[in-house]
């Protein structure tokens, strides 16, 4: 059974760092794009970040702070985040989708999401 399964969100003051992790079930992470979205409450769906074997993007709001890795031993991709603002603010969903150029468009497993708060 295909499974991603997110972790690592929380409640982070500005200016804080958290790690999400994106761990994988019944396939295998590198054969795949892996990109990062997050949703703000009465926001749309936002792409933040893509790895896959040719590239890796970044949304502009997020380049220079935030940066996704994977771990082709543990089957985990991971954004580091540092720097965070409080419009950083939102669940945080892993996706991926076969694919060898990023993009933020067509990803057929998801997984259920990881709460990230920056706030004082």
Same mark, same amino acid.
């Given at each position: 059974?295909?499974?991603?399964?997110?972790?690592?969100?929380?409640?982070?003051?500005?200016?804080?760092?958290?790690?999400? &992790?994106?761990?994988?079930?019944?396939?295998?992470?590198?054969?795949?794009?892996?990109?990062?979205?997050?949703?703000?409450?009465?926001?749309?769906?936002?792409?933040?970040?893509? /790895? $896959?074997?040719? #590239?890796? /993007?970044?949304?502009? $709001?997020?380049?220079?702070?935030?940066? /996704?890795?994977?771990? #082709?031993?543990?089957?985990?991709?991971?954004?580091?985040? #540092? $720097?965070?603002?409080?419009?950083?603010?939102?669940?945080?969903?892993?996706?991926?989708?076969?694919?060898? /150029?990023?993009?933020?468009?067509?990803?057929?497993?998801?997984?259920?999401?990881?709460?990230?708060?920056?706030? &004082?």
């Amino acid at each position: 059974q295909v499974q991603l399964v997110e972790s690592g969100g929380g409640l982070v003051q500005p200016g804080g760092s958290l790690r999400l &992790s994106c761990a994988a079930s019944g396939f295998t992470l590198n054969d795949y794009a892996i990109a990062w979205f997050r949703q703000a409450p009465g926001k749309e769906r936002q792409g933040v970040s893509c /790895i $896959s074997r040719t #590239n890796s /993007i970044y949304t502009d $709001s997020v380049k220079g702070r935030f940066t /996704i890795f994977r771990d #082709n031993a543990k089957n985990t991709v991971y954004l580091q985040m #540092n $720097s965070l603002k409080p419009e950083d603010t939102a669940v945080y969903y892993c996706a991926a989708g076969r694919k060898w /150029i990023c993009s933020y468009r067509g990803y057929e497993h998801w997984g259920q999401g990881t709460q990230v708060t920056v706030s &004082s």
